[in-house]
Each structure stands twice: as structure tokens, then as C-alpha cells.
């Protein structure tokens, strides 16, 4: 029996040999490195269409909450007294694989995703999380406020399988294992997103700002 092999020179990948998969295609001897195409190579191609691809085996991993990020303005308070103000904010999270390319919402490798993990967990994968709301804030004097928030986050692993109608780089099938990581919705696993209000002193310039005539004794946002 043909055994499956995958190696990587100079981040190239080896074609999986299609006997070990019980497929019957025509397949060259192993390609020199230079003639073995890049990851980039093969993932454009699924986007493109020009390869048929599966995003094959979807693992999803355990859902966690993601860094907190500044998704307002600043609030500066240049008065003598706590000032509490309406602040807007929004966020959108977007998803990336292993290389930390960009895996867009309504893309041809989203879609992809989402019907596999919608066939094997019975329920859809977003590449892409927006959000927005108004918080009260206050802050005390002398010091600079905003809002930060955290998503719940979550890993899907699998292996891209490219097919084409004729042989690319030698072989007819190549495969590539890839973790994309992307937002997850609020409660997965028990985990919830987080919105908090954050504040700081300000610092020496913020401070003398608050001596010029349009802000003095004043609330502002920046």
C-alpha cells in the first residue's frame, strides 16, 4: 500500500499520494521543490475556484475570550469634577488561518468553511462578528476614559483538499492543513463577550491641553 506523506521544504508542500486515499488518478513522481506550489498558490486557487476544494474534517476547538480592544473614543475629563457621559462604540472581528491571512466574510474559503462545519456540527461558522451599543461612562477628573471590548473566539482545524481537472505541479490532488481562527457567538461553551469601561491619568501634554480656552473646566471626546 502507497503510504500517505506530506513534507515541507522552504514552506512547499507534497502532494498526498491519491492511492493512499483509495482515489484512482494519474500521478507523476515527486516534483523538485521548485516545481511544488506555495500554500499561497493552492489557497488562491480555492478562492479563485480554479482547484475544486473541501475544507475536510473540521475540528472545533474550545472557545475562549479574545484580547480586549479599545471600540470608542476617548473621553477626556478636564473638569474639577466625575463626569459621566453616553458612549458610543463598535466592533467587528474578523477571522484568519495559520498564515494570518485575512479569511473574509462572503468569500469563496468562508463559504467553504461554514458548509463544512455546518455538516458536521449542524449549525453555521462566521468569519465575521459586528457589533455596536452606547454604555454610560464616567470619569473622574484629571483622568481619560473609553470602552474596550472582548470576543469569544474559536478555532476550526481541518485540511483543504485541491482537486483539478488536470495535473498541477505533477499531481491532481493537494492538501493542506490549516486552523482558522475566528469569532464565535456570545455564550459558546459557556463563554460570554465582554464590554468594559477602561481609564487612565492623563498624561503630562493631555494635561496642559486642558489649559487652553476651548477645553478648560471642560468634558470633551477625542
Not at 25 to 50: E, F, I, W
Request: charged share 15%.
Amino acid at each position: 500500500m502507497v503510504r500517505t506523506r506530506m513534507a515541507r521544504n522552504g514552506g512547499r508542500l507534497l502532494a498526498l499520494s491519491t492511492a493512499a486515499l483509495g482515489m484512482v488518478a494519474a500521478m507523476a513522481l515527486p516534483a523538485a521543490a521548485d516545481d511544488q506550489p506555495t500554500r499561497q498558490q493552492l489557497m488562491a486557487d480555492c478562492a479563485s475556484g480554479k482547484g475544486k476544494c473541501s475544507f475536510n474534517d473540521p475540528v472545533l476547538g474550545k472557545a475562549y475570550l479574545g484580547d480586549f480592544r479599545r471600540v470608542s473614543n476617548s473621553l477626556y475629563n478636564c473638569s474639577t469634577s466625575p463626569a459621566t457621559q453616553s458612549m458610543t462604540w463598535s466592533d467587528t472581528v474578523g477571522s484568519s488561518d495559520t498564515a494570518g491571512v485575512s479569511v473574509t466574510a462572503g468569500g469563496k474559503i468562508a463559504d467553504l468553511i461554514n458548509l463544512s462545519v455546518t455538516a458536521s456540527y449542524s449549525h453555521t461558522w462566521s468569519s465575521s462578528h459586528s457589533e455596536s451599543s452606547s454604555l454610560n461612562m464616567t470619569v473622574q477628573p484629571g483622568e481619560v476614559g473609553w470602552i474596550s471590548r472582548a470576543q469569544v473566539m474559536q478555532t476550526v482545524s481541518g485540511t483543504w483538499q485541491t482537486h483539478y481537472d488536470s495535473p498541477q505541479w505533477g499531481h491532481y490532488y493537494w492538501y493542506v492543513p490549516d486552523t482558522v481562527t475566528g469569532p464565535a457567538a456570545n455564550g459558546t461553551d459557556g463563554v460570554s463577550n465582554a464590554v468594559v469601561v477602561k481609564t487612565r491619568k492623563m498624561t503630562a501634554s493631555e494635561k496642559a491641553s486642558c489649559g487652553t480656552s476651548a477645553r478648560s473646566g471642560r468634558v470633551f471626546v477625542a
